[in-house]
């Protein structure tokens, strides 16, 4: 991280953010910090008068939320975090505190008491490092919080109803998204604007550098942090000016490699500003004595360069099953496990010491566990289970992605080249063979499941009765629309190769009942009826002339009044800022004749064919969602 170096002093630690908050997920990786999410079990429910300021509430439930994962990890999963980090947000409104509402009569008192007026958002942090000393955890813990006001328009009766009706106030402090659809209601913000939305970005990164590079009494004026120092200024707070900090020098000197990594490091210890202890770790010389800076290496050209390691490191671990190995066991040494999956010792173990690196498994002297992001995405048999995903991502995108050279250079698919045949129909490729149709069906369930509860609640679809998803292969996100909307029929629509090998993939017991699988083309057949249309990973796979071509004929078939959602990943206008979708752009480039779009191209597809209405949902998850209406 060169323009913000001192998240650079994250890079070589354990993160962890104490938070289910998509929202904070999203501010914190937008910025590059790698963490693992493990959402805290503290329930917010500290006794509010007991607190003189609201603040205090916020900073104390950050606090706790912090305290409970850090505790949580160290004792029930034998691991112990370097840093973990958690955030309370709130509203404070006529000396009353609101979070999150508990059902839509409830965000509606919250709305009203805002209605026209200014309020306060405070959001409090807690940020805890971790140490494990004779297996206790010790910890040092430094909290902030922020505050931010908000002054609402006046609002009608109306409007508040339809804007609870979109459902985004049900997770929201306050009952508002102002990153969304209640941007709307706000006349005016002062303060940190990602305060509000959940994470102050900005004085975090102030408190990491008060931390990382707490100033010494000469130097005090020119690093004082009344902003988030310029990238100047972060230039100059190298670990390379020790002899300026306040940091107190314990042990040895270390090397580049030649590799040009560092090859040992030195701990040093000291009391910030604030007077909380704390020890971290920093590189000191290269092999000429000149003072490196960790934040002067190009950490993120490094990083992308190795991508593809680690990516093929989890491929690996994951097709020889390691994952499903570990699940639910205590650990396990490197010689169990490649005796058990038929590997050599050395090979393994060095796969496994990779894979603990990246956060996918535990080590410690008892050997190697999953963590809990391996038990729930990475073992094959959960409900979240990515397995399916990263199987295809090894077996079908590596080789196509192997020849993305060509792609460029083209402009289009190179299915002959990484598997010596030119399918003409997209599909015929996934389908050629039982092995390859199973393994590319279980890839779209993956992202259908992890993604369907989003895509489901993403607007309120309670006014339809019947919807038909085009292409939606195995019914993850049908049957995920009649759990959340129990009055909805749902009929899966897809071609016979895929609707013939659906029934691997239902789930067991009463909520299969409203969902209908029929086979056909939706470019040839005739489309079942609904009220509501969906086409969730489909418009993506097309050149513009086929969308046309299939909205179209979805657009013969809408009724007035009837609808289509869109589920896709959604490019921002200027197509700049979302790299994951932009690489999924790619993604599609190497194997199909689509691509990923934005909201406004969407959009202008869409109102050919007379739909209107447009409301694009970002939602933080692999999904966006776009909902418009048949006029
Ligand atoms: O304008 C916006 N205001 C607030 C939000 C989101 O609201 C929630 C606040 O809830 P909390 O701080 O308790 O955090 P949780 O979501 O429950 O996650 P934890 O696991 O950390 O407790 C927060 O998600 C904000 O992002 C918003 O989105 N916009």
Not at 159 to 188: C, F, T
Not at 416 to 440: C, I, N, P, T
Request: hydrophobic residues 35%; glycine residues 6%; aromatic residues 8%.
């Amino acid at each position: 991280m060169v323009l913000n170096p001192v998240l650079g002093k994250l890079v070589s630690k354990r993160v962890v953010l104490a938070s289910a908050s998509p929202r904070r997920q999203e501010i914190l990786t937008n910025v590059g910090l790698r963490f693992e999410v493990v959402p805290s079990w503290f329930k917010e429910t500290l006794e509010k008068s007991s607190f003189t300021a609201p603040y205090e509430y916020a900073v104390e439930t950050a606090k706790q939320k912090a305290l409970e994962v850090a505790n949580r990890m160290h004792v029930k999963h034998l691991r112990t975090p370097d840093v973990v980090i958690g955030a309370d947000t709130i509203v404070s409104v006529d000396e009353q505190i609101l979070e999150k509402p508990v059902d839509k009569q409830d965000a509606y008192r919250m709305l009203s008491r805002l209605n026209g007026k200014e309020h306060s958002v405070f959001t409090g942090v807690a940020i805890i490092h971790c140490h494990s000393k004779d297996n206790q955890l010790e910890m040092d813990i430094t909290d902030f919080y922020e505050e931010t006001k908000v002054k609402f328009s006046e609002l009608s009766e109306e409007l508040l109803w339809e804007y609870i009706h979109s459902g985004e106030p049900m997770d929201k402090a306050g009952g508002y998204g102002i990153q969304a659809l209640g941007g709307m209601l706000v006349e005016y913000v002062h303060g940190d604007f990602l305060n509000v939305v959940g994470f102050p970005l900005n004085h975090f990164c102030k408190k990491l550098a008060e931390l990382y590079y707490p100033p010494s009494k000469h130097n005090v004026q020119r690093k004082k942090y009344d902003s988030i120092p310029s990238v100047d200024t972060f230039e100059n707070q190298s670990d390379g000016e020790s002899e300026s900090s306040n940091f107190t020098k314990q042990k040895g000197a270390s090397k580049l490699d030649s590799s040009g990594t560092y090859s040992s490091e030195a701990v040093y210890a000291s009391e910030n500003s604030s007077g909380v202890r704390t020890g971290f770790t920093v590189p000191l010389e290269n092999q000429n004595g000149v003072s490196q800076s960790a934040a002067k290496l190009p950490s993120k050209i490094l990083e992308l360069m190795d991508g593809f390691r680690a990516s093929k490191a989890l491929f690996v671990a994951s097709k020889l099953k390691i994952f499903d190995h570990l699940k639910d066991k205590g650990p396990m040494k490197a010689v169990d496990i490649a005796n058990d999956v038929g590997t050599s010792v050395c090979g393994t173990e060095r796969l496994l010491d990779a894979c603990a690196s990246l956060g996918l498994l535990e080590k410690t002297p008892q050997g190697y566990s999953n963590t809990d992001s391996a038990n729930t995405y990475l073992a094959s048999d959960g409900k979240y289970s990515l397995h399916g995903y990263i199987i295809h991502s090894n077996d079908h995108l590596w080789p196509l992605f192997t020849n993305l050279e060509s792609a460029v250079k083209e402009g289009s698919r190179q299915n002959h080249r990484a598997f010596g045949k030119k399918a003409d129909d997209l599909f015929k490729d996934y389908y050629h063979s039982q092995e390859v149709k199973q393994r590319f069906m279980s890839a779209m369930h993956s992202i259908a499941h992890l993604t369907a509860r989003d895509v489901a609640t993403a607007f309120d679809l309670s006014q339809f009765k019947s919807a038909c998803d085009l292409g939606g292969c195995t019914g993850a996100l049908a049957h995920e629309l009649v759990q959340v909307y129990p009055n909805l029929k749902v009929t899966v629509f897809d071609l016979p190769e895929v609707i013939a090998n659906t029934s691997y993939f239902q789930p067991s017991g009463q909520h299969t009942a409203p969902v209908t699988f029929v086979s056909g083309d939706f470019f040839k057949d005739s489309l079942p009826e609904a009220d509501l249309y969906i086409l969730s990973r489909v418009l993506h796979d097309w050149p513009d002339e086929k969308i046309h071509v299939l909205l179209s004929k979805v657009s013969a078939v809408c009724r007035p009044g009837c609808a289509v959602l869109l589920a896709e990943m959604v490019l921002d206008d200027e197509k700049k800022n979302r790299s994951t979708a932009l690489l999924q752009s790619l993604n599609m480039l190497v194997q199909t004749e689509g691509k990923e779009r934005s909201g406004s191209e969407y959009q202008a597809l869409l109102e050919q064919h007379g739909f209107t209405n447009v409301k694009i949902r970002i939602t933080g998850n692999l999904l966006d969602v776009i909902l418009c209406v048949k006029t």
